[in-house]
Nanobody
Framework: VQLQASGGGLVQAGGSLRLSCAAS????????VGWFRQVPGKEREFVAA???????AYVDSVKGRFAISRDSAKNTVYLQMNSLKPEDTAVYYC?????????????????WGQGTLVTVSS
């Protein structure tokens, strides 16, 4: 199973980016898929996730600004990030795991992408 995260970049505060997580070797429609982020010196933080049947979850700091979605035909999960803030700057990782697990705990995910850097300038 391989996950390929992409779409990061440099954006001004208030701008938008869309991250993509493309998978091979596993159908994301049968998995839980999450996005996490990490800054140097801090633990990896849960950002958003989508369950097998479409239920979503978000960390409070991104609610109303970020949206996670899935395109089963492309076997890809997206993270639309709007109204970006400097504190959203981090390396963003996508991960997949069993469909019924706790979405927030990184330890529950068994496959991870390589990360994509998001930098939000003030």
């Amino acid at each position: 199973v391989q996950l390929q995260a992409s779409g990061g970049g440099l954006v001004q505060a208030g701008g938008s980016l869309r991250l993509s997580c493309a998978a091979s070797g596993r159908a994301l429609s049968n998995s839980a898929v999450g996005w996490f982020r990490q800054v140097p010196g801090k633990e990896r933080e849960f950002v958003a996730a989508i369950r097998r049947f479409g239920t979503t979850a978000y960390v409070d700091s991104v609610k109303g600004r970020f949206a996670i979605s899935r395109d089963s035909a492309k076997n890809t999960v997206y993270l639309q990030m709007n109204s970006l803030k400097p504190e959203d700057t981090a390396v963003y990782y996508c991960a997949s795991g069993p469909p019924g697990m706790n979405l927030i705990a990184a330890i529950n995910y068994d496959y991870w992408g390589q990360g994509t850097l998001v930098t939000v300038s003030s």
